[in-house]
């Protein structure tokens, strides 16, 4: 059976008017707030928390593990997955929901992602605005520094003998050290998220560490346990205190707020330049 899932990169399909749309990701949430058309999304994820009116609309479950029950239950004449999804958009297909499959991880997905929602939810107008503010955002990194190695670790790690997961390649974080014209430490064809022990990090010896930690003070840490040890390691990071926290919760989150996160990254540039 051939599949009607339509992907946003070969998407070329006239606007067309949905008043139920079910968001099974924050990142596409966030953009359909964005494009203005939260007020018809009529289910997203437990993880939906931004703007926080998403938190009002009906739950169909996780990120990963969204319920098929509950989805067609609100009857949605649109919904939008990600393309870790697949096998349930698949599902949704067979059951006559139109299903959008969308690739959300760099910085050219991003945008791809916003047009091609815009252009089908008839608000082009608004994506290409978005999309080019991100751009604007972009070229206001160039500059500052050049050839530095960041390293991005991912989470709340206060014991470093322990393996810590940081940003790898074919993701919108290095899509943005290298729009800066800086480089990613951590060098590799592995996509997404690798875990590294200690012994690899102080070989790498990064120049600038952003410690990724969005949910930082739900979970209680602070700033200074964070980056007290990665501190004390013999690394040029260390010795020039360029270890820094972001803890804003959009940078986890790729979607147009990913400006928000670009412009914290500079701040965190400037000050490793000093």
């Not at 945008?111 to 604007?136: F, H, W």
């Amino acid at each position: 059976m051939l599949l009607r899932l339509l992907f946003i990169a070969f998407l070329a399909l006239p606007a067309w008017s949905y008043d139920r749309i079910v968001a099974l990701s924050p990142s596409v949430n966030e953009i359909l707030f964005a494009l203005g058309e939260g007020e018809k999304i009529v289910g997203n994820t437990a993880y939906c928390r931004y703007p926080p009116q998403s938190e009002k609309i009906a739950k169909v479950g996780g990120f990963f593990t969204p319920s098929l029950e509950k989805i067609v239950a609100l009857k949605p004449d649109l919904v939008v997955v990600q393309e870790n999804n697949a096998p349930l958009a698949e599902k949704l297909e067979r059951l006559g929901i139109k299903t959008v499959l969308v690739k959300i991880d760099t910085l050219a997905s991003i945008r791809k992602t916003l047009l091609g929602l815009g252009t089908l939810l008839g608000k082009k107008e608004k994506a290409s605005a978005l999309v080019a503010k991100i751009d604007r955002s972009v070229q206001s990194l160039k500059g500052i520094t050049r050839k530095k190695k960041i390293l991005i670790p991912i989470g709340y790690n206060t014991d470093l003998s322990k393996e810590v997961f940081v940003a790898g390649q074919n993701l919108y974080f290095d899509d943005i050290i290298e729009a800066s014209g800086n480089v990613n430490a951590f060098q590799s064809t592995q996509k997404g998220q690798p875990a590294l022990t200690l012994e690899k990090i102080l070989a790498l010896n990064p120049d600038v560490v952003i410690i990724l930690a969005p949910l930082m003070k739900e979970k209680k840490f602070t700033e200074e346990q964070l980056k007290a040890p990665w501190l004390k390691l013999p690394i040029n990071a260390a010795r020039t205190k360029s270890v820094f926290v972001e803890s804003g919760e959009y940078a986890g989150i790729p979607s147009d707020r990913i400006v928000y996160f670009i412009d914290d990254f500079k701040g965190f540039l400037r000050e490793s330049a000093r």
